[in-house]
């Protein structure tokens, strides 16, 4: 049995002594009394606001875990940071700001948990970047700390199909080429998300989900439980419990469940579900935070030793909500964990262990969540692919896919807004490899998300038709011969900025390659003629992110990992 140990309270150097009494004041006037002073004090972070209908469940869900804080003896101080919405933010200079959005929810957390010496923290996410943002935040403070998902939206109903906002994105594609109307498009919008909550497939919010509860840094259980359920009221109120527990010195601190063998697991759940591929840039990051390298190159191993089992959009059929009405991510994790795919020993915030917490899960449907015995691959749902074209990595979606190779000649545009205009005109053809280029982290900056880009060539029905490559991201609903995070990117040198029109290139998900077919010695002498693009921004933030911030392969991070905080002699 552990022994219990009582931490000092990191709060104590805002409350103690008389020197502090200016500080008391300050927390009188928020209404604070002697009792709730002595308490710990627990941050609760969110992005409660109006940006996106994502981050609309945050409000109640954040009273819940005030009332459980408070149950448990605690002290509750509210706070919030920003959000910037993928889905308005798409297919515009405003995208760049989601990558970088991931940074700022860190830094703020970072600055808020440190600049009032929280003892804990319960922190919110629904965007697809917050979520990977609080986590970040979470490891990088490593105060007893407790992640909650403010869950999926539920899906649409049109006709005799559920249907979410991919649907609307690929129609638009269709209304192009002249397969749907614009009315049905237009009633399709109206009904494609009919709550508020995240993207209801397995987009890189519900992913990111999945990869917390693999890692052990949320409430086992409940990342599909619906964002519009009644249910997350005992969630918020059971995290405050635990962060209490683990204030008082009975529960892991983050960096105690962010290990090697976390880390694989949060790999695993992604290749087993047919994940967003944006899971393989947060996933180094939240290493990062924790002062441990994990590459795309250690992303991949897992991906390949990991079987695809989850029929989930956008390489499947299913959403969230189905996940949730079978039993949740505890169905996937269980069947991993006795498979040996995932490591069951992992601790969570509860103390317990990841095997532990789900070994009363309910066995795979056959039909959302498929048995071991009759995967649908035997490899994960996303590829690392390597070549002369991407030395260190690109990602690739093979869930769904009903090829995985293809061969084609180059199409090449220098951004992703001169590509757009090329596919809604649609000056492209079959067999093309479309490349967008300088829209990495550096180049973007910001490393925008293409999935405006990408649905709009799938609705006009040539997602398997041509190629698409981008030192760029994607979305989690991207789908089709979609190649992203071409690294290195092509404003620093890459092998991306030397292609040129017409040039074949050959892709093989398979084998996990990409070739750039064209002989050495010219690309010796395009390399000598090669200048780098001037910077698209000169001041502001993005131009202070261009300046900070790493390449893609290992998770884009803007510092040096491992933070410290030098604790006072005073506690």
């Avoid at 990495?440 to 709009?456: D, I, N, Q, S, Y």
């Avoid at 991306?496 to 050959?506: C, F, K, N, P, T």
């Amino acid at each position: 049995m552990t022994k219990r140990t009582t931490r000092p309270l990191r709060s104590r150097i805002t409350t103690d002594g008389m020197d502090r009494t200016p500080h008391r004041a300050f927390m009188r006037a928020m209404g604070l009394d002697d009792d709730a002073i002595a308490k710990p004090m627990v941050g609760v972070v969110s992005m409660r606001g109006e940006t996106t209908p994502c981050n609309m469940t945050h409000p109640a869900q954040v009273e819940y875990a005030k009332t459980g804080i408070e149950a448990a003896g605690g002290t509750a101080r509210e706070f919030a940071t920003i959000s910037v919405s993928d889905g308005i933010g798409m297919n515009h200079e405003g995208m760049k700001f989601s990558l970088v959005s991931r940074e700022l929810i860190a830094d703020s957390i970072e600055a808020v948990v440190h600049g009032h010496a929280y003892d804990g923290l319960i922190g919110f996410g629904g965007c697809d970047k917050t979520l990977p943002g609080v986590m970040m935040g979470m490891v990088r403070c490593n105060v007893p700390s407790v992640f909650i998902y403010g869950g999926a939206a539920l899906p649409g109903r049109f006709g005799e199909r559920d249907l979410s906002v991919l649907d609307v994105y690929e129609a638009v594609g269709e209304v192009q080429r002249g397969a749907l109307d614009e009315e049905t498009l237009a009633l399709m919008e109206r009904a494609c998300k009919p709550t508020i909550g995240a993207c209801a497939g397995q987009f890189t919010a519900n992913t990111m989900a999945m990869v917390a509860e693999a890692m052990g840094l949320t409430v086992p259980n409940t990342a599909m439980i619906p964002g519009v359920h009644s249910e997350r009221r005992g969630v918020g109120i059971r995290a405050g419990a635990i962060v209490l527990d683990a204030i008082r010195g009975g529960g892991p601190l983050p960096r105690d469940l962010v290990t090697l063998a976390s880390l694989k697991n949060a790999a695993a759940i992604v290749a087993a579900t047919g994940g967003s591929t944006n899971a393989a840039l947060h996933i180094p990051a939240i290493a990062h935070e924790a002062g441990i390298r994990f590459t795309v190159d250690d992303v991949a191993a897992v991906f390949n030793a990991t079987p695809l089992i989850g029929n989930l959009r956008p390489g499947g059929k299913y959403h969230a909500l189905d996940v949730y009405r079978i039993g949740g991510s505890s169905v996937v994790l269980r069947a991993l964990v006795e498979a040996g795919h995932i490591d069951g020993g992992v601790l969570t915030v509860t103390g317990r262990t990841l095997g532990d917490e789900v070994a009363s899960a309910a066995a795979p449907d056959g039909e959302v969540v498929r048995p071991l015995s009759a995967a649908i691959s035997n490899t994960g749902g996303l590829a690392v692919l390597k070549g002369n074209l991407c030395p260190d990595g690109a990602l690739l979606k093979v869930a769904g896919l009903k090829s995985k190779q293809f061969t084609g000649r180059a199409r090449v545009f220098e951004s992703e807004d001169m590509a757009v205009k090329a596919v809604n005109g649609r000056a492209y053809a079959e067999g093309d490899v479309i490349i967008v280029r300088n829209e990495g982290p550096k180049g973007g900056p910001g490393m925008r998300e293409m999935l405006g880009l990408t649905a709009v060539i799938y609705g006009q029905g040539m997602g398997e038709k041509v190629a698409l490559i981008t030192d760029g991201r994607f979305s989690g609903a991207t789908r089709g011969m979609c190649i992203g995070h071409a690294s290195p990117e092509a404003a620093v040198g890459g092998p991306l900025a030397l292609v040129e029109d017409g040039d074949e290139i050959a892709i093989d998900g398979a084998a996990g390659t990409i070739t750039l077919n064209v002989g050495d010695a010219t690309l010796t002498d395009r390399r000598e003629r090669w200048t780098p693009p001037p910077p698209n921004h000169r001041a502001g933030l993005l131009s202070k992110y261009a300046a900070t911030v790493g390449p893609s392969h290992e998770g884009a991070v803007t510092h040096a990992g491992g933070a410290v905080w030098p604790e006072s002699d005073r506690l």
